[in-house]
């Protein structure tokens, strides 16, 4: 019968030499004991950071004018959010892969109304509000095609929004309802009650923060800060925390993808990150099955560093 | 009950059977091989010290709840523990990984030692990401903000909601770490019962 060739990229010699005495307990507990050390040591002279959260009480307070284009684009269904695709809505594709729309084909598992979700039904919540009420009774009364024509006579006249005392000022006219429903909505964020109305929109108990994490990204003061704290796509911030501290540094590889096109730029960039990050992992835990890569160890000879004691003691 | 009957029992072949691939002697070893012998060989043990450091810090932050370390010094150091030990982790890890791989450490029938490696690996990933998610500052609302586009565009942000704090606080404190406690396990299971790769042979690189 015939044996079988030795490979040597999948085989391994059978050890016929020597061995030592390995007291593998007492390795651990060292291991152990100088990991917590360093631990301690690392935890005392550097801490870890704990930016606090912004709120959208903070956000329509230092930049009013951005949260109330932001609500706008809301209410207007031009925001992020509004457009998004699944798992959100079915506003677009979203994101493909070639012909691969994965997204779009699971669909859209958390609705998101941006028009009900983040202006209407908060506003909604506010007692107490006699002239708002009419407002909102007027708003749901009305037709489809009403209400747009209404939120794009405010759209057109929101080019010369400010902010005056306080308080929205928006010069439009046959806009309805919406003048005052922006206005409200700016106050009420500015009180807190906009935070605790987009979390609660499901009962009391929650720990769901898609609402307000989908508001806030929408505009640009979350975006501002995290640029400040060097954590936007193109300062490698995927890998990044707050403050000077490592992060997530094993990130690195996914995080470069970004950096260069066309993932940098295209529309589909999270996707073909994706795809080339599940092509290299798949390429690393079936390693010991694809001919070439496999012999690159064998073929760098980097172990005779790793073994030199024995490569010198068998010589 | 006849010896036949007793040789036959699911009970009796499975301890035949550990006790055939894994005896005491390959569980606990008191020797090794002589060629194991490199500072490369320590960060395995270390990833796994540090993987402990990070499950007793882990455990600690769960005592007082998720909000605890935002509003007591104490908290904010069993965090720091937190971090710290799951940077040693992934540190010791990633060289551990690279030492194996150019030791080819998957040849001799260690293919699988190698993959639950590798997947053990990526499951960490996971974990510490959302662990990241999961903190309630400006680093979560940032990261999950800005990771949900990836992974909605592969279709599993329909059923795994990176905007959803609670739902990423159970993978992070449950079903991640017991995934990543399970491989570990398995994986110095698979070391102890095939050994430590042996060196290849000399002039193996001009071989085939």
Same mark, same amino acid.
Do not use: E, G, H, P
């Given at each position: 019968m015939k044996s079988k060739a030795f490979r040597p990229d999948v085989d391994a010699p059978e050890w016929k030499g020597g061995h030592s005495p390995y007291d593998i307990l007492k390795e651990g507990v060292i291991a152990v004991v100088l990991v917590s050390i360093l631990t301690v040591l690392l935890s005392v002279a550097f801490g870890s950071p704990d930016d606090p959260s912004i709120t959208v009480k903070a956000w329509s307070t230092s930049d009013p004018m951005d949260f109330a284009a932001t609500a706008l684009s809301e209410l207007n269904s031009t925001s992020d959010s509004a457009q998004y695709g699944a798992p959100y809505n079915k506003a677009s594709t979203g994101q493909q892969l070639g012909p691969l729309s994965l997204a779009k084909w699971i669909g859209a598992r958390i609705p998101v109304n941006t028009v009900n979700d983040f202006v209407v039904d908060p506003l909604k919540s506010l007692p107490g509000q006699p002239a708002l009420s009419t407002d909102l009774s007027q708003w749901s009364s009305a037709s489809t095609s009403t209400r747009a024509s209404w939120v794009n006579s405010y759209t057109h006249a929101a080019n010369k929004m400010k902010i005056v005392s306080g308080q929205l000022v928006v010069n439009a006219t046959n806009a309805g309802p919406v003048p005052l429903m922006m206005s409200d909505l700016l106050q009420m964020a500015r009180t807190g009650a906009l935070d605790q109305a987009l979390v609660t929109q499901n009962g009391f108990y929650t720990m769901d923060y898609t609402l307000p994490l989908l508001f806030l990204a929408d505009g640009t003061y979350m975006a501002n800060i995290a640029q400040k704290q060097h954590l936007t796509g193109d300062q490698w911030g995927m890998m990044n925390e707050t403050g000077n501290y490592p992060g997530q540094a094993w990130l690195w590889l996914y995080t470069f993808w970004y950096q260069v096109s066309p993932m940098n730029s295209s529309g589909n960039g999270d996707i073909l990150v994706w795809a080339i990050m599940m092509v290299l992992s798949a390429g690393l835990l079936f390693m010991p099955f694809i001919p070439g890569l496999r012999s690159i160890p064998r073929k760098t000879r980097v172990y005779r560093l790793i073994w030199r004691e024995h490569y010198r003691d068998s010589q | 009950m006849s010896t036949t009957e007793i040789d036959r029992q699911w009970t009796t072949r499975l301890r035949r059977r550990v006790a055939g691939k894994l005896p005491p002697e390959k569980l606990l070893p008191d020797t090794q091989p002589? %060629?194991?012998?490199?500072?490369? %060989? *320590?960060f395995g043990v270390t990833t796994m010290a540090a993987l402990g450091v990070v499950i007793v810090s882990g455990c600690l932050l769960a005592l007082r709840g998720p909000q605890w370390w935002h509003t007591s010094s104490v908290g904010h150091f069993v965090n720091s523990l937190h971090l710290w030990s799951v940077e040693i982790f992934f540190f010791a890890m990633v060289i551990h990984l690279w030492g194996k791989y150019f030791m080819a450490a998957w040849r001799g029938g260690r293919a699988l030692t190698w993959m639950t490696g590798v997947f053990t690996f990526l499951v960490s990933i996971a974990t510490a990401f959302t662990g990241y998610v999961s903190q309630s500052n400006f680093d979560s609302q940032w990261i999950s903000t800005q990771a949900k586009d990836g992974i909605n565009s592969t279709g599993a942000g329909a059923f795994w909601? *990176?905007?959803?704090t609670g739902q990423m606080l159970m993978w992070h404190i449950v079903l991640l770490p017991l995934a990543a406690v399970v491989l570990t396990m398995f994986h110095v299971l698979l070391v102890r019962i095939k050994g430590v790769v042996p060196p290849f042979e000399k002039d193996a690189e001009v071989a085939q």
């Open positions: - | 002589t %060629y194991v012998a490199s500072w490369i %060989y *320590v909601n *990176v905007l959803n």
